[in-house]
């Protein structure tokens, strides 16, 4: 389909494991974000590409995550040693624009929990 | 900082009656405002925006007032239904796309 597609939908790992997420944004899509949604509460920033570049990441909650878009496509959201505050659902969005005026296109997902 | 405030939730309603849920804001700067919708099994979805004040933004007979002396953006629709059943979310964006949002509201419709 022509949509953000995120994979995998649901991940279980053990505390202390380490998880990729991966993030495949709509063709041609300069702007790319990661959002972290705890269960009951709204999407909450963690970081932003334009293109390969990472221009903003104020919103990773620890030195534990690490996001990448090397080629300015597909982006990979790494946590390390994992523990159970982490378990949410992480959202990829992307748009054809830096700006508010340009729709973001939401994937569905991955579910994301911790043993 | 920027934050956004929704009305409690969850709210249930009867098919066609008349929908209300708050939302107002705190921002630096000049927002461009959204009401985002999930249905259940799906992703985020913009259901409408307005980018400046006194815009109204709509789409599926829903309707939101951007509000700039109140800092609010109310979400309105004159006559749910049951397909209306879903998370909404207000948020906001004062810069490149950076998403605020608010803690959703549950919205059940029954017939």
């Known amino acids: 389909g022509a949509g953000v597609s995120q994979s995998p939908r649901y991940k279980v790992a053990k505390r202390g494991q380490d998880v990729a997420l991966r993030c495949d944004p709509i063709?041609?899509?300069?702007?790319l974000f990661w959002y972290q949604q705890a269960l009951g509460q709204g999407p909450e920033f963690l970081t932003y590409?334009?293109?390969?570049?990472?221009?903003?990441k104020s919103g990773l909650p620890s030195d534990r995550f690490f996001a990448e878009r090397p080629e300015g496509s597909v982006s990979t959201l790494k946590i390390q040693r994992t523990q159970q505050e982490d378990s949410a659902v992480y959202l990829c969005?992307?748009?054809?624009?830096?700006?508010?005026?340009?729709?973001?296109?939401f994937g569905d997902g991955t579910r994301l929990s911790i043993l | 900082g920027n934050s956004v405030t929704q009305m409690e939730g969850p709210v249930t309603l009867s098919e066609e009656a008349f929908l209300t849920i708050n939302c107002t804001y705190t921002?630096?700067?000049?927002?461009?405002l959204f009401w985002y919708v999930q249905y259940p099994g799906e992703g985020l979805q913009l259901l409408l925006k307005?980018?400046?004040?006194?815009d109204k933004g709509s789409n599926k007979g829903f309707e939101a007032t951007y509000r700039k002396e109140t800092t609010s953006f109310h979400l309105e629709k004159g006559s749910v239904q049951v397909s209306d059943s879903a998370v909404y979310f207000c948020?906001?964006?004062?810069?490149?796309?950076?998403?605020?949002f608010g803690q959703g509201t549950i919205l059940t419709v029954h017939p």
């Open positions: 969005a992307s748009s054809n624009r830096d700006s508010s005026n340009q729709p973001q296109h």
């Open positions: 063709s041609g899509h300069v702007s």
């Open positions: 590409f334009q293109n390969e570049a990472q221009l903003d």
């Open positions: 921002a630096t700067g000049y927002p461009s």
């Open positions: 307005a980018t400046k004040a006194d």
């Open positions: 948020a906001l964006d004062t810069s490149y796309g950076k998403l605020t």
